[in-house]
C-alpha cells in the first residue's frame, strides 16, 4: 500500500482534466491531502465564475469526501518550522503553502506526489513522487 499525499497541482490538474481521483490512485493507496490543500481549493472555487462556482465547489467536495484530510497539529507544526529554517540556511526558501504541505507528508509519513518539483527538492524528511 501506498500511503500518499497528493499536492494540490495534482488535483487541479485532474479536474481541469476531468478525470476522476480513482483514475490516479490503486485500490490499495491510501491517499490524504493536507489542511492548506483544501484552502488552497477553496481559493479557486472562490475565484470561479459564476457559471463555473458550482462545477467547482462539487469537485472539491468530491475530493475532501474521499480522501483523508490530515490536520495542521503540533507535529506538523514542528516539521514546518524545521522546513522553514532548512530552506533558509541553504538559501533556497519556499512558498508558505508548499512547506505546509511538505511539513504534512514528513509528519505523517507519506509520499508528496506533485509536478512542482523544485518546490520540495532539498526537504529532509520528504519523500517526493512526480505526478
Known sequence: ???????????????????????????????AISTIT???????VHSASPENRKRRRTSVDAIIDNVLVIPYDIEVARRHA????????????????DLIVAATAAASRRILVSDDRSAFT???GVVLLDA
Do not use: C, K, Q, Y
Open 1 to 31: 500500500m501506498n500511503r500518499l499525499l497528493l499536492d494540490t497541482n495534482v488535483l487541479i490538474d485532474f479536474e481541469r482534466a476531468d478525470e476522476e481521483l480513482d483514475s490516479i490512485l490503486l485500490d490499495e493507496d491510501d491517499a
Open 38 to 44: 483544501v484552502a488552497e481549493l477553496d481559493v479557486g
Open 82 to 97: 524545521m522546513l522553514i529554517a532548512h530552506t533558509r540556511r541553504i538559501g533556497r526558501p519556499r512558498g508558505p503553502h
Open 122 to 124: 532539498d526537504l529532509p
